[in-house]
C-alpha cells in the first residue's frame, strides 16, 4: 500500500532560522496538503497543492509539488516561536474512486528556540 | 465561519465501558470523517460519510466501534466496550464535495484505564 514518508523527525531551530521539511510517497500523487497540529488541536491546514511543479506561499510558508509527484517540500522562512509544532503532509489514496481518503505522514516535529 | 465542532475536548473512562463522541461539520460541508490520530502518529481515517450515507469504513474496527449521520449534518462516533488501545485523540473533519481538502475539529482526547 500507500506510505507518506515525512522528514526530518524533529527538528531543533533557533528563531529566524530557515525550516525546510519533506514529504516522500511511494505512488503518485494528484493532490499534496499541509497541516500545522498545535498541542491539545485539531490539524489546520497551511497549504493546498494540486499540479506537478506548483510553488504555492502562505505568509513565511511555501511548499512545492514535486514534478514527479512523488513528492513535496515545505519552507518556513525567518521562524518565530509560534511556529512551534507538528507539521504533517497529507494526500488522497489512490486505491479508492472516492474523494478525501487521506492518507497522513508521520509528522515533523519542530521546535523554535529563541 | 464556524469551523468544525467536537464534544466533549476530554474523556477519561475505564476499559470495558462505552464513550460516545460529537461533532458539528462546517456549514454545508457534505462529507465528514472521524480519524483516530495515536500519540506520535498521523491521523488514520476510520470512516467517511457523504451526506448521511457511508462511503468508507474499512478502518473501522466494527466489533467495537459504530458511527452514525442520521440527517448529514452532525455525527456521532461510539466505541462500546473500549480498550486500553482506543486511548487516541478523535479528530472530525468536514469538507466540501469533490474536494480533498479537510477542515479539522479540535478532537476529543479519550484515556481508557
Known amino acids: 500500500g500507500q506510505q507518506l514518508n515525512q522528514s526530518p523527525q524533529s527538528m531543533f531551530i533557533q528563531e529566524g532560522e530557515d525550516v525546510s521539511m519533506n514529504c516522500t510517497s511511494s505512488?503518485?500523487?494528484?493532490?499534496w496538503l499541509w497541516y500545522k497540529q498545535d498541542p491539545g488541536e485539531g490539524p489546520v491546514l497551511l497549504i493546498a497543492l494540486y499540479k506537478a511543479g506548483e510553488l504555492t506561499s502562505n505568509g513565511r510558508l511555501t511548499a512545492q509539488f514535486g514534478i514527479t509527484r512523488k513528492d513535496s517540500f515545505l519552507n518556513i522562512s525567518a521562524s518565530i516561536p509560534s511556529d512551534v509544532g507538528i507539521y504533517f503532509c497529507?494526500?488522497?489514496?489512490?486505491?479508492?474512486?472516492?474523494?478525501?481518503?487521506?492518507?497522513f505522514g508521520a509528522g515533523t516535529q519542530v521546535v523554535v528556540t529563541p | 465561519e464556524a469551523g468544525v465542532a467536537q464534544s466533549p475536548r476530554y474523556k477519561i473512562i475505564e476499559k470495558r465501558q462505552s464513550v460516545a463522541f460529537w461533532c458539528n461539520p462546517i456549514?454545508?460541508?457534505?462529507?465528514l470523517y472521524w480519524y483516530q490520530q495515536i500519540l506520535g502518529q498521523g491521523p488514520k481515517l476510520l470512516i467517511q460519510?457523504?451526506?448521511?450515507?457511508?462511503?468508507?469504513d474499512s478502518q473501522l474496527p466494527k466489533d467495537r466501534f459504530s458511527a452514525e449521520r442520521l440527517k448529514g449534518v452532525d455525527s456521532t462516533l461510539k466505541i462500546q466496550p473500549a480498550k486500553l488501545e482506543d486511548s487516541a485523540v478523535y479528530l472530525c473533519?468536514?469538507?466540501?464535495?469533490?474536494?480533498?481538502?479537510?477542515?479539522f475539529g479540535p478532537g476529543t482526547r479519550l484515556t481508557v484505564l
Open positions: 456549514s454545508g460541508h457534505a462529507t
Open positions: 505512488s503518485i500523487f494528484n493532490t
Open positions: 460519510f457523504q451526506n448521511n450515507g457511508v462511503v468508507d
Open positions: 497529507a494526500g488522497p489514496s489512490m486505491t479508492t474512486d472516492s474523494w478525501g481518503k487521506l492518507q
Open positions: 473533519a468536514s469538507s466540501p464535495t469533490n474536494t480533498d481538502t479537510q477542515y
